[in-house]
């Protein structure tokens, strides 16, 4: 067989080539620590990797955007504590606002630290992140939430949504609170309904915030929720020197229905169905004409009580109670309906209004008067309060999910690390030892070529 020198030369050179381009490759992998250097060296496991750290990528962003919310919800808790202990401290102030020992000018010196608790909490209701972006406005992240006309006349300038960062694929949880729920939306009274006194009252009575026995009853649709109960005093014919005596009534006070409409027992007498819109009932001497007999500190309760023959509604309950404390005159009337929403502003302002226009007397009017407007206070204070702290537990609960979901992502996060670990790093000890061994062959190839290439005819002419 006849083999030429071009293919020698060829055939050497070729195999010089490959090793050459092995060793090259090796070198590569080693310096990189990568098996995979191009997709053609294993077009499967490149595909595999691609997509691990695509997932990886969207991950990390995940852990990130959790950092970001926990970030902002931490300010918002932040500023919710101050406000909580904002509000402790006024409570503190109205609870020390209705000692009877203080003074007018006392009381005026307490409203002026009011005001500087109230230009405290406008501050705090306007707080933004750090980066100019409003905690309290909802979407609206650029807009001043709450803006003030007078005092306690506060309007609400967000909307009422809550923006939203997503910290996993199923999971974008709220990092802002719209501010007139936390601020504005606060039942006053005891949540269900609301007592007060008229502020004509020249008596001493103070009435309680009562209390709900059967909340399915008091949303009964015969119940109208606004009711007023009105005293009336006569002389004791059996002891004109001692204490009067005192009945009351409970009249339906709502002139108009939900839907609109004219209420025809408007201005009745729920106990005996009396129409107060003749005019007043008639008096007999000695007697005194309104139908239950009143005790300081008793039950008020709304319902049909034993021995009541001619009820405006037969068999009336509307599951709730009130007691009034001190002595009613005639005329003086209290109110009992549904609770509506309060504001913190306001609230703060009625205190205010209450401090300043206190005044004292020598029948106990005055102060009757200035407790009945601090009772409520004091109860919308409370209400206030657990709206705050409610908002609070709600942003807790998200700060616990936003710590859970990152130990989530983090430890995905390994798991895909050790995914492409498996897929793309490099095996050191078989590495290394392809290397050696691909050396060693180079070695020969370059050897054995030398010898090869001197192999000619000519040498031996």
């Known amino acids: ?3 030429a020198t071009s293919t020698i030369y060829n055939l050497g050179v070729s195999g010089l080539q490959k090793h050459m381009s092995d060793q090259a490759r090796l070198q590569n992998q080693l310096s990189t620590g990568r098996r995979i250097l191009t997709p053609s060296d294993d077009p499967i496991a490149s595909a595999r990797a691609l997509s691990v750290s695509q997932a990886q990528s969207k991950n990390e962003q995940y852990v990130t955007n959790t950092d970001s919310a926990d970030s902002a919800l931490r300010m918002t808790e932040t500023t919710l504590q101050q406000v909580t202990t904002l509000v402790q401290n006024v409570q503190q102030l109205a609870i020390n606002a209705g000692n009877p020992t203080l003074a007018a000018n006392e009381k005026a010196i307490l409203e002026t630290e009011l005001q500087g608790r109230y230009q405290e909490l406008m501050g705090l209701v306007n707080s933004t992140d750090g980066e ?51 601020f504005q939306q606060i039942k006053n009274g005891n949540k269900t ?12 009575g103070i009435i309680s915030m009562g209390e709900v026995l059967d909340p399915t009853k008091w949303a009964n649709a015969a119940n109208v929720q606004d009711f007023r109960i009105e005293f009336n005093s006569i002389p004791d014919p059996t002891d004109p020197t001692g204490d009067p005596l005192i009945n009351y009534d409970i009249i339906d006070d709502r002139a108009t229905l939900p839907d609109g409409s004219a209420n025809p ?79 913190v502003f306001t609230v703060l302002a009625d205190l205010s209004s209450a ?25 919308n204070l409370s209400n206030s309060l657990d709206n705050v ?36 790093d490099l095996d050191w000890a078989q590495a290394i030892s392809d290397f050696a061994q691909n050396q060693t062959l180079l070695e020969a190839a370059r050897t054995s070529f030398s010898k090869v290439q001197n192999l000619s005819l000519f040498q031996y002419i």
């Not at 609301?194 to 502020?199: E, H, P, S």
């Open 355 to 379: 401090l300043k226009s206190y005044k004292t007397d020598g029948t106990g009017t005055g102060q009757a008067t200035f407790q009945n407007q601090l009772n409520n206070v004091i109860a």
């Open 132 to 182: 100019g972006t409003y905690l309290f406005s909802g979407f609206r992240g650029d807009t001043k939430p709450f803006t003030e006309s007078t005092f306690g006349n506060v309007t609400y300038n967000g909307d009422q949504g809550q923006r939203r960062v997503q910290i996993s694929d199923a999971r974008a949880i709220p990092v802002s609170e719209a501010g007139s729920q936390v």
């Open 389 to 424: 702290l409610t908002t609070q537990a709600s942003i807790g609960s998200r700060m616990n999910e936003t710590e859970s979901v990152r130990n989530t992502n983090e430890d995905i996060n390994l798991q895909y690390s050790q995914t492409l670990s498996k897929l793309q």
């Open 265 to 343: 027992n408007y201005n009745f007498s729920m106990v005996d169905g009396y129409d107060y819109n003749g005019g007043p009932r008639p008096a007999t001497p000695g007697v005194n004409p309104y139908p239950r007999s009143y005790t300081s500190n008793g039950d008020i309760e709304f319902r049909q009580l034993p021995g009541e023959t001619t009820p405006l509604i037969a068999g009336w309950d509307f599951g709730v109670k009130t007691s009034i404390e001190g002595t009613p005159k005639t005329g003086d009337t209290f109110s009992l309906e549904a609770s509506t929403n309060r504001d």
């Open 193 to 204: 309904f609301a007592t007060g006194a008229n502020v004509a009252n020249t008596g001493s």
């Open 1 to 3: 067989m006849r083999v």
